[in-house]
Structures are given as structure tokens and as C-alpha cells.
């Protein structure tokens, strides 16, 4: 079965640049969303096929996933207190929806 | 604005039938452009995805849970349903239902992402 590796935990100063890979073998050639989970609430889609926004998403929030690689990033920028969650990436795969790990965000 | 709301027991014993109804309010949940999800999450882990239901019945399940799962739609009553047999302690998690668009053409899978979720009911499976 595919396999989507976030890792655990990433830390960020606020203010500055955070990027929570998710990597899976030929991500590239797959869409990735991307879901910001804070305690005790559901998940929220931040990020739909590789870089797409939802509405009510800011633009500080980005994703890529090169077509040839095997990591997708979500990047957020200028990091806020508000930012602090856990990050889940997610695909289709043969029949199956797969979610990764998820990475708990920290800002410091 | 639509919501999607879960409901049923908290508590379900070893070996029973685990069974949940979303209901979709403020929009129909026989939209041609969505399709009707579950996903659950264990305490403290992550997530993940049991089955997606379209309005007309027809049902995507998960490998993993195919042999146990069972997903229903009742559009009179803007509800669809989850069941989920034989249960264990290992089915003890927080149960979300959500919407995922429906998709087009050979790339429809790639259109499968929630964007909009219910707040999720916690389920223990204890005796």
C-alpha cells in the first residue's frame, strides 16, 4: 500500500518561513492536498491539488509538488501563533485515499 | 452555508455493529458534485478514510475496512450512514464525516480532497 512519511514535528520562529514536507514515492505524479488540524476540531483543507487555495485560505499558506520528485512542501509563510496545528497531506491512490503521518507545527 | 453534523452512540461493545448518520444541512446532499465521506482518527493518531458515498448509492470503500463497512444514503432525509461491523477496541476513534467533490474525466480521483468537514463524534468500543 502507498505510503505518505511526514515528519513528526516541525518548529518555526514567528514571524519566519515554516515547510512541512510529505514524502511518497513518485509524489509528483499524484495531486496533494494539504489539512490544518487544530485541537479538538476537524480538519481544515488548506490546500487542494499541489498549490490550489481554498476559499478563505490566506496566501501565506502555498504548496508545490514537482512533477518528477517524491516530496510535496506546504510553506507558510510569516508564521503566526494562529499557524500552531497538525498538518496532515493526503492523495488518491489505486482505489484508496491515503492521509501521511501528520507534522505538528510549533511556532516559536 | 452547508453543514454536516454526526450523530449516534458514544459507546459501542466488542463485536457489535458501530452505526453513525451524517446530515447535511443547508444544501442538498444530492449535489451532482460531491461525493459523502467518512473518515475517522484514533486517539492521537492520524486520520483515516473509510468510504465515500454518492447521492445515487454508489460506494468507494477502503481496502482495509471493505470487509466490514457498509456506507447508505437516504436523500429524503438528507442523511448518509455509516456501519461498521465486528468492532474492537481498535475502532475506538473520533468518526468525521465530510464532502470531497466528485471529480471528472480519467483524473477524477485527483479531485477526492474534503473541503468541508462535520465536527466529528468520538465512538469507544468498550464493554
Known amino acids: 500500500s502507498y505510503e505518505l512519511t511526514q515528519p513528526l514535528s516541525v518548529s518555526v520562529a514567528l514571524g519566519q518561513t515554516a515547510r512541512i514536507t510529505c514524502g511518497g514515492d513518485n509524489i509528483g505524479s499524484k495531486n496533494v492536498h494539504w489539512y490544518q488540524q487544530k485541537p479538538g476540531q476537524a480538519p481544515v483543507l488548506v490546500i487542494y491539488?499541489?498549490?490550489?487555495?481554498p476559499s478563505g485560505i490566506p496566501e501565506r499558506f502555498s504548496g508545490s509538488n514537482p512533477g518528477n520528485g517524491n516530496t510535496a512542501i506546504l510553506t507558510i509563510s510569516r508564521a503566526q501563533a494562529g499557524d500552531e496545528a497538525d498538518y496532515y497531506c493526503q492523495v488518491w491512490d489505486f482505489s484508496t485515499v491515503v492521509f501521511g503521518g501528520g507534522t505538528k507545527l510549533t511556532v516559536l | 452555508q452547508l453543514q454536516l453534523q454526526e450523530s449516534g452512540p458514544g459507546l459501542v461493545k466488542p463485536s457489535e455493529s458501530l452505526s453513525l448518520s451524517c446530515t447535511v444541512s443547508g444544501g442538498s446532499i444530492s449535489s451532482s458534485n460531491y461525493y459523502w465521506g467518512w473518515i475517522r482518527q484514533s486517539p492521537g493518531k492520524g486520520l483515516e478514510w473509510i468510504g465515500s458515498?454518492?447521492?445515487?448509492?454508489?460506494?468507494h470503500y477502503n481496502p482495509s475496512l471493505l470487509s466490514r463497512v457498509t456506507l447508505s444514503v437516504d436523500t429524503s432525509k438528507n442523511q448518509f450512514s455509516l456501519k461498521l461491523s465486528s468492532v474492537t477496541a481498535a475502532d475506538t476513534a473520533v468518526y468525521f464525516c465530510?464532502?470531497?467533490?466528485?471529480?471528472?474525466?480519467?483524473?477524477?480521483?485527483?479531485?477526492?480532497?474534503?473541503?468541508?468537514w462535520g465536527r466529528g463524534t468520538l465512538v469507544t468500543v468498550s464493554s
Open positions: 458515498i454518492y447521492y445515487s448509492g454508489t460506494t
Open positions: 465530510a464532502r470531497h467533490p466528485k471529480g471528472f474525466g480519467n483524473s477524477w480521483f485527483n479531485y477526492w480532497y474534503f473541503d468541508l
Open positions: 491539488r499541489d498549490s490550489n487555495w
